[in-house]
Each structure stands twice: as C-alpha cells, then as structure tokens.
C-alpha cells in the first residue's frame, strides 16, 4: 500500500481504514480522526472514490482507498498496513441480514489476514435473542459482532443509540394539522437513549487512543434519555409549533404501511423494554463534548425546519 500505510510507531501516526467514511457514521469518525493528524492517518474506504463525499475527505487529508465489502481481494488490499479499522456495516442499501453479515464477516478476516491490531465494531444487541422478534438491520450487526469475538483480534464494539439525525427522516416529526406535530416513535412513556452522529466519531478516537483501556469490551453510548413527551418539550421550545406524543405502541406500528415497520417496531420494542443499555457518563468521558438533544436542536433549527415545512397536512394518517 502506497502513502497513509503504517502501522505506527511512537514517533509515526497510525493509520486507521475507516468503513463508510462516505457515510454518516463513518464520515464522523474520519473527520475526528483527521482533527488529529499526529496521531492518526486515515484510510477512507468507499466503492465510489470519485463522488463528492471521497473528494471532501480528501482535502481534509484522508487517503481514498476503493473497496468492496463484497469482494475480498479489494478488502486485502485496503486494509494492507493498516493498525487498526472502524467497522460500519450498512443494512438499508439492499434490506438483507445474510448479506449484510457476509460483509461484515468480509471485512473481518480481511483485517485478521492483513495483522491488523484493533478492530472498532459498530455491533448490536440482538433483538431476536431478548425479545424473540426479528430485527434484520439489529440481528445483523449481532451476528458480526459475535464473529468478532471469536477471531481473536483486539476489538472494542460500540452499541449506538437512537441518532438525533433521523428526525431529518424516517422519524421527522409528523404533521397531524397546520401547525401541530406527533414525535413518531413507537416507545409509549419509555425514554430511550439517543446521540448526534456525529459525537460518535470523538469517542471512537478516545477508544483509539487508550487501546488497552477499552480492549475487548461492548460500550453502549448515549447523550441523552428521553420519553417522546419531553422531546415534544424541547421540539416545542425551538421551534414556533405544536408538539405532541401520540404514544404509539409497537403492536400498533409494526402494522404501519411501509417495508421496514416490522424491524422497527421490534427495535423500539428493545429499547423500550429497557433492554439495550447505554451509558451516558461513559460516553461523555470518551467525548466531553457531546451534545444534548437540546443543545443539538437549538444549532440545527433551520434545517429541521426546512424538512417540518415540506410536510402535507395529515401526512402521519397516511402512514398507518
Ligand atoms: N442508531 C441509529 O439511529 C442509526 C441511524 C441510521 C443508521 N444506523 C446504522 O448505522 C450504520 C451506518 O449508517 P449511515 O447512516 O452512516 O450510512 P450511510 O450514510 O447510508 O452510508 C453507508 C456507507 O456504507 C458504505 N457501503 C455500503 N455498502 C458498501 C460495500 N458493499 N462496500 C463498501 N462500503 C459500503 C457506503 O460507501 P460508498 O457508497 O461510498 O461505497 C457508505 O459510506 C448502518 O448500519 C445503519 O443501519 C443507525
């Protein structure tokens, strides 16, 4: 491998292969670590080296390297000299457990062939296991995590909360009447844990930094934990409209009219239950910086906004 290879040394920065660097996730991870070029080189790793999300990361530094998870010569080969990977594997591209477990068990023993000193997995609980109820993008994630502890290399795995991000999506508050919207989410009077993606990427760098700490342990992170009533609070104190929380069950939502609501609704039915712990003093050790949900809307308003004014009336019946 060419320029960004090592290894590392004391006095040389290790380079760390980033998994969908081009994404969300791991785009936060990359550019936290290019925010600390003396310790680490980054190695984005896409299928697309020439779209615009590679060529920022480029500028900032990062060396774009072209690999498929689904091709294992290319993963060798990305992950040549590499000391350590962030591993994403991604669900929603194709909507297939199997496959996506065989990406993520790809990249795996691309990493072991290739020596490669820590792997950093984005895993999951799985929902099957706790709940009895499929959860194909969950049940995925947990079935490469458990891969990963058996193949014997160094690893820490991060269990991720609800992203503050989704409300800009599939969970963006839905209008119910001119100026009134319901929070989408189907927990009742549960809080559930949550983060800004990208308060993700810091803490994965302090795992990095203090290998041996954070060696083969599960780390569940969160921000902050809310019901949908004090979401709708804050929603309302940012944004000049009404919120409200229309307490959707999970029995009611996995009936929903759309192709993922049966997943879903098993993985609120999770968080719910209060079965994927997350820690919150933790999370903020690794990242002191993290974001509340508050903090998060009262910088991000405009752009939520924007999405809440795209809306058509009585959008969240249509949805049932
Ligand atoms: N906890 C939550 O609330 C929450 C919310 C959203 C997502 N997630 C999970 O977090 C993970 C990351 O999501 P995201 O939103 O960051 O994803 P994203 O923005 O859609 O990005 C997907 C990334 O995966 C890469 N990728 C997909 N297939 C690939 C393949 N075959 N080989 C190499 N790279 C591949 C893409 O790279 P290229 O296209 O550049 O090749 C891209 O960088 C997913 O597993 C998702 O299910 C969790």
Not at 50 to 70: F, H, P, Q, S, Y
Not at 78 to 86: H, K
Not at 128 to 155: F, P, Q, W
Not at 158 to 177: Q, T, V
């Amino acid at each position: 491998m060419g320029s960004g290879a090592s290894h590392g040394s004391s006095d040389e920065p290790k380079t760390i292969a980033v998994f969908g660097a081009t994404g969300l996730l791991g785009g936060a991870v990359a550019r936290a670590l290019l925010k600390d070029p003396t310790n680490y080189r980054v190695r984005a790793i896409t299928r697309k080296p020439n779209n615009d999300k590679a060529r920022k990361l480029a500028e900032k530094g990062a060396v774009i390297v072209t690999a498929n998870m689904n091709d294992m010569e290319s993963l060798e080969k990305a992950l040549d000299g590499a000391y350590a990977v962030f591993l994403t594997t991604h669900y929603w591209e194709e909507r297939n457990k199997e496959k996506e477990i065989v990406r993520g068990l790809n990249a795996i023993d691309a990493a072991v062939k290739q020596n490669v000193k820590h792997i950093v997995l984005n895993g999951s609980e799985s929902v099957r296991k706790l709940i009895g109820k499929e959860c194909n993008n969950l049940d995925s994630k947990a079935a490469i995590e458990e891969y990963l502890k058996e193949v014997g290399v160094t690893y820490t795995i991060i269990r991720l909360p609800f992203w503050y991000e989704n409300f800009y999506g599939i969970f963006r508050p839905h209008k119910i009447k001119h100026g009134v919207y319901a929070i989408p989410l189907p927990i009742e009077d549960a809080a559930i844990d949550m983060i800004c993606v990208k308060d993700i990427g810091p803490c994965v760098v302090s795992i990095l930094d203090s290998p041996k700490q954070y060696k083969n342990k599960t780390i569940g992170l969160s921000a902050d934990r809310m019901t949908t009533v004090d979401m709708a609070h804050v929603f309302s104190k940012h944004i000049d409209k009404q919120f409200i929380s229309p307490k959707i069950r999970t029995k009611d939502y996995e009936k929903f009219n759309f192709p993922e609501a049966r997943d879903l609704a098993a993985m609120f039915e999770l968080y719910q239950k209060n079965l994927a712990h997350r820690d919150i003093r933790l999370t903020k050790k690794l990242n002191p910086h993290v974001r509340t949900f508050d903090k998060w809307l009262e910088r991000k308003l405009y752009k939520l906004e924007e999405v809440l004014a795209g809306d058509k009336d009585n959008e969240f019946e249509h949805q049932k």
